[in-house]
């Protein structure tokens, strides 16, 4: 989903750091064997996660929701040389597909895979994060916040991923859109919230940064 113009959307990609051969390679092959391709971060998404990161110079990264591992990738190029990032996805089938492309990545070593209900592996965890990537089921976003808050060190970055849900969020809802439901409590708790402060980015299918204070 898009938010501006395709010509301007491709002028932004263009005149953006290309993407990784790595990361291409993985797009490709996602694209090929895998069902629901679309979910990949991409590359301009990609290339914002990456300088996200390493602006925030994280030790311990957290993603929910690894999908084929593009953005746990673009991600991990801004972890310390000690640092860690932690990823979950429920769907066990992918895990050997993520661990092929983290092992040929120079982070492989940092990188830890977890299959499963994240929310309770999440409750498990005896971690605090300087970094936090949402992007799994959507009516569950509240609820992924509610854990990790308290889980987060100070000045700690909360990125958001498909907040616009495009664009359904100022549409009429559908009683039944549990998803659509729940990204817009998730947004509302995001602005109202006082231990973040928040800003919505109309990237993609729509990006949020909150910053724990």
């Given at each position: 989903m898009h938010f501006i113009p395709e010509n301007i959307d491709n002028y932004v990609v263009n005149h953006s750091e290309n993407e990784p051969e790595l990361l291409a390679k993985l797009t490709r092959e996602t694209y090929q064997k895998i069902l629901q391709p679309r979910m990949l971060s991409g590359h301009y998404q990609g290339r914002v996660l990456s300088m996200i990161s390493k602006l925030v110079s994280p030790e311990t990264i957290l993603e929910i929701g690894t999908y084929t591992g593009y953005s746990a990738l673009c991600l991990a190029e801004g972890v310390k040389a000690n640092g860690s990032l932690h990823t979950i996805d429920i769907n066990e089938e992918l895990h050997d597909?993520?661990?092929?492309?983290?092992?040929?990545?120079d982070f492989g070593d940092q990188i830890h895979q977890y299959t499963g209900n994240a929310l309770e592996i999440i409750e498990n965890m005896?971690?605090?994060?300087?970094?936090?990537?949402?992007?799994?089921?959507?009516?569950?976003?509240?609820?992924?916040?509610?854990?990790?808050?308290?889980?987060?060190?100070?000045?700690?970055?909360?990125?958001?991923?498909?907040v616009l849900w495009s664009g359904k969020v100022v549409e009429k809802l559908n009683p039944k859109d549990i998803d659509t439901k729940g990204l817009l409590e998730f947004n509302k708790l995001l602005k109202d919230d006082p231990r973040v402060e928040t800003v919505v980015l109309p990237i993609r299918d729509g990006l949020t940064i909150s910053r724990v204070i």
């Open positions: 597909f993520q661990r092929k492309y983290f092992d040929a990545s005896e971690l605090k994060f300087d970094l936090v990537f949402i992007d799994a089921d959507k009516h569950n976003y509240s609820n992924y916040f509610r854990l990790i808050i308290d889980k987060m060190n100070k000045g700690g970055i909360i990125l958001s991923d498909n």
